[in-house]
């Protein structure tokens, strides 16, 4: 039987997959890729939020700015 910490663990891999990572192995190529497909989920949800009409298009906007300007400072964080 799956105890709890194993059911979070498999619910958070569901909800949050991240796909191997193919580039040149640097650590902030690494890092930025982690951010990008951090970013790439939450706006697929917002985007499928706003389909089916749970949030509004100008609600959706605002939250992907939002998330488009953290991806943009852990851009500026990792290359300085």
Known sequence: MN??????????DFLYPHNQY???LK?????????LQEF???????CSLQ??????PDEAYKQ???LWKQ??????AIQD
């Open 71 to 76: 991806l943009k400072r852990s851009k500026k």
């Open 51 to 56: 389909t089916g009409g749970k949030i509004s």
């Open 27 to 35: 650590t902030e190529y690494l890092q930025f890729n982690l951010h």
């Open 40 to 46: 790439s989920q939450r706006v697929n949800y917002i």
């Open 64 to 66: 992907i700015h939002l």
């Open 3 to 12: 105890t709890s910490s194993d059911f979070l663990a498999e619910l958070s």
């Open 22 to 24: 193919h580039g040149e």
